[in-house]
């Protein structure tokens, strides 16, 4: 036996989300193992040709069918276009139109793979739904649900799932969070499952690696404007707001300026009035901030305020230790050492060490 323990009941019916890469093609096999009904369902949530006609989710669900009938499961395809459309690509772009940086993958956990897709697999007598998410989930001694980073850290995709409620998690099982993404690679390889050597997928969901700024430029219209300095001098012009982010320092359109120090210049705001991107040059101080204010903070696990934690505010970041307290209908975090590009839109996580106890949009920051 190749598969590591999940501690859920046996001999159950789980639907399992497949994407048509190697992950949740190896998913299906462990829970198989496990001796569970696997039903593999593919999600159709975006339906788009590239510019040479061809659309990559027929590709991915082609794998689905390959793996599926190799393991023995059945497989379906159900089309989520319009609920991805409208509670995960709407937001996208209202967001962005207010100069903000989001996390759609965030959100389409919360409202697609794990509302929608749950509704549905509930449909078919589901007594669980399960995806390729390196995550792990335990009890605790209330009986509530705890979510836990994945074995690997390099894989570890808790931060995604940080928008969960306890009655999602309720229903899900996590088959891949006790593995290394090395240790599944070898299982598929060693059955043989087509997607074995497939390549991950990168960028953001319904993109994919396709042009940022010529995707988006079919959606949203892109209005140029005046790069200035701190001092609100003319520097050069920016393609659109939407393009650019806090921190940012490559693809500004200044590396050939003869302005200033000759150091590298970093995007530190977005003056959405003027339509202005304010670049500064050399000294970073200003991209520096004490904490951030979420509104709406989903918590997983109830925690007594002021709460000393950890927070991730981008998802490639180490820990930054913390303190969350809630004031008035807000929530405070303040970090140990001020934090370098926190940025409005983007999702801040909060851990106590392996547990993910929930996070929410960043809607300020504390300079």
Known sequence: MFYKEVGINMAKKVVLGMSGGVDSSVAALVLKEQ????????????????????????????DVIAVAEQIGIP???????????????????SELKLGRT?????????????????EYAEKLGADYIATGHYARLTTNDKGEKVLLRGVDNNKDQSYFLSGLSQKQLEKVIFPL??????????????????????????????IGERNFKEFLSKYLPAIPGNIVNIDGKVLGKHTGLMYYTIGQRKGI????????????????????????????????SLLYSKGLVVHDLNLIND???????SVK???????????????????????????????????????????????????????
């Open 35 to 62: 001796g569970y009904e696997v039903i593999g369902v593919f999600m159709k949530n975006w339906d788009e040709k590239d510019e040479n006609g061809h659309c990559s989710a027929d590709d991915d669900y082609n």
């Open 253 to 284: 359109g200044l590396g050939n300026s003869k302005d200033g120090t000759g150091e590298p210049y970093f995007v530190v705001a977005k003056d959405m009035d003027k339509n202005e991107l304010v670049v500064a040059q050399g000294d970073d």
């Open 177 to 206: 969070g006790e593995y290394e993404k090395p240790e599944i690679r070898e299982i598929a390889l060693k059955h043989n499952l087509k997607t074995a050597k497939k390549k991950d997928s990168t960028g953001i969901c319904f």
């Open 75 to 93: 497989y379906y395809s159900v089309n989520f276009v319009k609920e991805y459309w409208d509670r995960v690509f709407e937001y996208f772009l």
């Open 303 to 309: 925690i007594t305020f002021p709460y000393e934690c």
């Open 313 to 367: 505010f981008r998802y490639r970041q180490d820990d930054v230790k913390a303190v969350i307290n809630k004031v008035d209908n807000k929530y405070e975090v303040i970090f140990e050492k001020p934090q370098k590009a926190v940025t409005v839109g983007q999702v801040a996580v909060i851990y106590n060490k392996e547990v993910c106890l929930g996070g929410g949009i960043i809607e300020d920051i504390i300079k």
């Open 102 to 118: 989001p996390n759609p993958d965030v959100m389409c956990n919360k409202e697609i793979k794990f509302k929608a897709f749950l």
